[in-house]
Nanobody, 123 residues
Framework: QVQLVESGGGLVQAGGSLRLSCAAS????????LGWFRQAPGKEREFVAAIRWSGGSTYYADSVKGRFTISRDNAKNTVYLQMNSLKLEDTAVYYCNVGRPQVLAAGIEGDYWGQGTQVTVSS
C-alpha cells in the first residue's frame, strides 16, 4: 500500500522560504512521478510541480516557476519542494501525489495522496 507522508509546512513571512518533504513507501516508484498539489481556502486543488522518479524531469505550474524547485532523493524515497520568495497567494494546504508521469506532467492528479501540510504566508 502506497504511503505518502508530508512534512515541512508552517508559517513564514512573505519573501521567505520553506522546504516541504514527502516520504514515499509501499512500492517501487521508478515508473511513476511524484508531485505536489495545493488547495487554498475556497479554491480548487491545483497542480504545483512534479518530477519523474526515473530521469528526474521536472514540471512546474507557471505561478511557481523560478521560485519553487522540486527534487528527489532516490535513496531516501523522498521528494522535496523548495519554496523561495513566498507570496501571500502561496498560502494553502500542500499535498504530495503519485501518479503516472504523463498524468502528472499534464498537471492532472495521480492516484495516491498524502495527508497534506499547511503552508501559511503572512505579510
Amino acid at each position: 500500500q502506497v504511503q505518502l507522508v508530508e512534512s515541512g509546512g508552517g508559517l513564514v513571512q512573505a519573501g521567505g522560504s520553506l522546504r516541504l518533504s514527502c516520504a514515499a513507501s509501499g512500492r517501487t516508484f521508478s515508473s511513476y512521478a511524484l508531485g505536489w498539489f495545493r488547495q487554498a481556502p475556497g479554491k480548487e486543488r491545483e497542480f504545483v510541480a512534479a518530477i519523474r522518479w526515473s530521469g528526474g524531469s521536472t514540471y512546474y505550474a507557471d505561478s511557481v516557476k523560478g521560485r519553487f524547485t522540486i527534487s528527489r532523493d532516490n535513496a531516501k524515497n523522498t521528494v522535496y519542494l523548495q519554496m523561495n520568495s513566498l507570496k501571500l497567494e502561496d498560502t494553502a494546504v500542500y499535498y504530495c501525489n503519485v501518479g503516472r508521469p504523463q498524468v502528472l506532467a499534464a498537471g492532472i492528479e495521480g492516484d495516491y495522496w498524502g495527508q497534506g501540510t499547511q503552508v501559511t504566508v503572512s505579510s
